[in-house]
């Protein structure tokens, strides 16, 4: 079993940076492929980057290309999310997700474990 905690969120400014952290649990994180998605009130969860177990491989969103960076440090079991140039469409909750097998992976069904989220607002 792997659990996931997500910190970092907050209030910003238009135009301003958050550094998301989501902190694992159990063994072998560095063999899970991890990613985070997030929610916005009265829309489904989307996609936002995805990372691969050793930290090689990464992709994005459209929406967030150019002004998020997903990285991991496997020795301190963590995942995070930099977010720069963020916009008040980034108003979400953003959850971190992992997979056991290994998967950068867009889709959420691909992801069998999953945080409690954390709240990013962005005002304009």
């Known amino acids: 079993q792997v659990q996931l905690e997500e910190s970092g969120g907050g209030l910003v400014q238009a135009g301003g940076s958050l550094r998301l952290s989501c902190a694992a649990s159990?063994?072998?994180?560095?063999?899970?492929?991890m990613g985070w998605f997030r929610q916005a009130p009265g829309k489904a969860r989307e996609f936002v980057a995805t990372?691969?177990?050793?930290?090689?491989?990464?992709y994005y969103a459209n929406s967030v290309k150019g002004r998020f960076t997903i990285s991991r440090d496997n020795a301190k079991n963590t995942v995070y999310l930099q977010m720069n140039s963020l916009k008040s469409e980034d108003t979400a909750v953003y959850y971190c997700?992992?997979?056991?097998?290994?998967?950068?992976?867009?889709?959420?069904?691909?992801?069998?474990?999953w945080g409690q989220g954390t709240q990013v607002t962005v005002s304009s």
């Open positions: 990372i691969r177990g050793s930290g090689s491989i990464a």
């Open positions: 159990g063994r072998s994180f560095s063999s899970y492929g």
């Open positions: 997700a992992g997979n056991s097998d290994n998967l950068y992976s867009v889709e959420l069904k691909d992801y069998n474990y």
